[in-house]
């Protein structure tokens, strides 16, 4: 069992803060895509790594201890991470290969120093957020005409930009261009109605998908097994 807590974050770049303490023998995690990245400290081994947004399912194995991250809101990373979201894309890296070596032996002794998870939560949150870069002002409006399933042109003409335009930009925001940021998007609203009770057939028509079917290959093609399996 790992023990695992959420709070929200007051950082505008954030969706959240978590952690989670892992015993030993905890088998090895299976991460599905949400359109997210991460920043992780392991208390134990000292490490800050990033978890850039997956186009896939991820399983990893991580030394038992206590985990700190904080997730940013889609299209937001690149003001944590100073970088393109898609250059960690599918990717678990030592934060120090995206940061200069010195900042990140700052946070990794301010982390140290820390007495409980909540600091060590604020710590991060604060160093991440306190980076100074900015992020495409586009993004929430481009989210919004993602999740409501406009297609591609219809997304371009309505940001005013060509379809070319809107690739780029979504890669840089998100890690990956605006159709699989749409099927990833539409995939983690299923999969959380799904985890809030709602029947796959529900699911499937709230979310747009053409129907159960639909759903099912989708998230085989994401999570890499059926949507039972991943609400068990």
């Known amino acids: ?45 000292g490490r800050l790594f990033v978890a850039g947004p997956d186009t896939r399912a991820h399983r990893t ?6 985990l700190v991250a904080v997730r940013f809101l889609p299209g937001r990373a690149p003001a944590g991470l100073g970088v393109p979201t898609s250059e960690v894309r599918d990717e678990r890296v030592g934060l120090d290969l995206v940061w200069p070596a010195d900042r990140v032996r700052r946070l990794t002794d301010a982390l140290a120093a820390t007495r ?22 586009a993004v929430p409006r481009l989210v919004a005409l993602i999740r409501r399933g406009d297609r591609m042109r219809a997304v371009a003409d309505a940001l005013g930009w060509t379809e070319r335009q809107l690739h780029r930009r979504s890669l840089a925001a998100f890690g990956y261009g605006p159709k699989t940021l749409q099927q990833v998007l539409r995939f983690d609203h299923a999969l959380r109605l799904a985890r809030d009770g709602t029947d796959l057939a ?4 709230a979310t747009g998908y053409a ?15 059926p949507m039972t399996a991943l609400l068990s």
């Open 202 to 205: 529900s699911v499937a028509y």
């Open 1 to 45: 069992m790992t023990d695992y807590a959420e709070r929200p974050s007051a950082h505008d770049i954030l969706a959240c803060t978590w952690s989670r303490s892992l015993p030993s023998g905890s088998p090895p995690t299976h991460v599905v895509p949400d359109g997210c990245a991460d920043v992780l400290w392991h208390r134990e081994n």
């Open 61 to 66: 194995s991580l030394s038992a201890g206590l």
């Open 116 to 137: 409980t998870v909540v600091a060590a939560e604020r710590v991060l949150a604060d160093a991440v957020a306190g980076l100074g870069a900015g992020w495409d002002p």
């Open 211 to 225: 129907d159960q079917a639909h759903l099912a290959r989708d998230v085989n093609a994401l999570a890499g097994r």
